[in-house]
């Protein structure tokens, strides 16, 4: 599989991958797989971490950033804890999830893309993020209004929902971090 | 003992239990915590996903504010502790980063405040003096200490070991509860999926119910929100996904400390939760 993929090999994309997630080099992974033996999600993956691994070794782009596995990736670091090689497989996650996201390449992460996108519309209106109207507005958005209206009902009742966000002073500031890192992706 | 203080959004709503647990126990323990003022999101998961330089700049300014307190600073939040300590070690590496952030907020940032968990700054007060402290031992509820990836993981950024940490257990036991040996104690809850991938994430909570109370647990005790509103508040969207029928009550470590050491259960947000944890403390009668 690995060997007749169906997109031409970019070596540039492997640069790319190794200098935004900070490795050295992904050259010397020798598929060992304990990334994949750790890995908390891989019943939900197409492809497994070290075999993201070995694709991108190979520059197959257009199958690591259209994969399943990037999103269902929780960053939750056991594979870079246990990797023999030192690679921070979390981090290249996450830097992928990055470039797909640039890319426009993110039709099987949509959720997560939807979620992480209204988390920081939260952060960047009110400084700190508003619980209840990010999960209203994520529901909303994907027409599953009710999913959580028992346990919505349920955190109202207890406290546990607020009805207006809390704003700290500083979301001028904060607005500036927001501006910046916009001119930074546009550089 | 002073230290600042940095709460993290969920504390302020779905998880206030913790909240009010931690600064009551530290009160009682004599820690005094100072709230960083006009703290913002750390950013979590949806920044580093999404942007490297926001994933850096939204802890870095409550860093800056943080120094600007003086203060070192306890954070119960593992996600947040993870961010905050993320943030740290990429602008000690990238001193052109730091200064840009600095520039952008308009004020230095010096790097020089320490960051701890929650769970470090009570255990670091002393086993013996917290033991002293406990004026109704729990005896006879056996527990599963979880600790889940952000605050263990990565080497070098967690505050414990990362394949086998062990301080929970050894702070739980000073109130004579049972705690258990399980293999999920470092494993993922999944709660970074609740939205994304619910099914999987739910079926991470499974598993890890599942393999508590097969440990043989009453409950569970956690040290992140997170952890505990997908383990607690959605333990019975999880049951209806799956056919279980769990009813295992999830602490906040503070809840269970405060608890042994005399505070009020509805002070320490103990009634609050999803899953009552009545049935369980009756064991210790409760």
Redesign the interface.
């Known amino acids: 599989m690995l060997l007749g993929g169906k997109d031409k090999p970019d070596p540039a994309f492997l640069e790319a991958v190794v200098r935004?997630s900070?490795q050295k080099t992904l050259a010397h992974c020798y598929q060992c797989g304990k990334c994949t033996a750790g890995c908390?999600?891989t019943?939900?993956m197409d492809y497994k971490p070290n075999q993201i691994i070995r694709m991108l070794q190979l520059g197959r782009k257009e199958e690591v950033l259209g994969s399943r596995t990037i999103?269902?990736c929780?960053?939750?670091?056991?594979c870079?804890?246990r990797c023999p090689c030192n690679i921070?497989v979390?981090q290249v996650m996450?830097?992928l999830?990055?470039i797909a996201?640039r890319e426009g390449k993110t039709r099987l992460?949509k959720?997560?893309v939807l979620?992480?996108?209204l988390?920081?519309l939260s952060?960047r209106r009110n400084?700190?993020?508003f619980?209840?109207g990010l999960?209203l507005s994520?529901n909303l958005r994907r027409k599953t209004f009710f999913r959580d209206a028992?346990?919505g009902k349920?955190?109202f009742a207890?406290?546990?929902?607020?009805f207006t966000p809390?704003r700290?002073?500083?979301?001028r500031?904060?607005a500036?971090?927001?501006a910046?890192?916009e001119e930074?992706?546009e550089e | 003992m002073r230290i600042g203080y940095y709460p993290g959004c969920s504390l302020q709503s779905s998880a206030r239990e913790y909240d009010l647990a931690a600064r009551l126990v530290a009160r009682h323990l004599g820690v005094q915590l100072v709230d960083i003022p006009d703290w913002n999101c750390c950013g979590a998961s949806a920044a580093h996903s999404t942007d490297p330089f926001l994933a850096v700049a939204l802890p870095a300014r409550n860093l800056v504010l943080a120094s600007e307190m003086g203060l070192d600073i306890t954070v119960p939040c593992a996600a947040c502790y993870h961010r905050l300590r993320m943030a740290q070690r990429e602008l000690a590496h990238d001193r052109d980063l730091g200064r840009k952030v600095a520039e952008v907020l308009g004020r230095p940032y010096r790097g020089t405040v320490r960051i701890y968990s929650l769970l470090e700054t009570i255990t670091g007060i002393g086993l013996e003096q917290l033991a002293a402290q406990i004026v109704r031992p729990l005896k006879g509820l056996r527990v599963a200490c979880y600790y889940g990836c952000l605050l263990v993981r990565p080497p070098g950024i967690g505050c414990d070991d990362p394949e086998n940490p062990e301080s929970m257990d050894r702070l739980i036991e000073t109130t004579k509860a049972e705690t258990v040996s399980w293999g999920y104690k470092n494993e993922c809850c999944g709660g970074a999926l609740v939205f994304g991938a619910r099914e999987a994430a739910f079926r991470l909570a499974r598993d890890i119910l599942r393999n508590a109370t097969g440990a043989g647990a009453h409950a569970i005790v956690c040290a992140c929100p997170l952890c505990q509103s997908n383990l607690d508040l959605r333990q019975g969207q999880v049951n209806k996904m799956f056919g279980t029928n769990f009813a295992v009550p999830i602490f906040y470590f503070p809840q269970l400390l405060g608890l042994a050491m005399g505070l009020n259960p509805r002070d320490l947000g103990l009634t609050t939760h999803f899953v009552d944890p009545q049935r369980a403390l009756k064991v210790v009668g409760g």
């Open positions: 935004a900070g908390p999600t019943f939900a999103w269902v929780t960053a939750c670091f056991t870079s804890t921070d979390a996450d830097s999830r990055v996201r992460g959720d997560v979620f992480n996108d988390f920081l952060v400084g700190r993020v619980e209840s999960v994520f028992e346990l349920f955190m207890r406290g546990k929902l607020r809390d700290p002073r500083g979301v500031e904060l500036r971090l927001f910046r890192a930074r992706v």
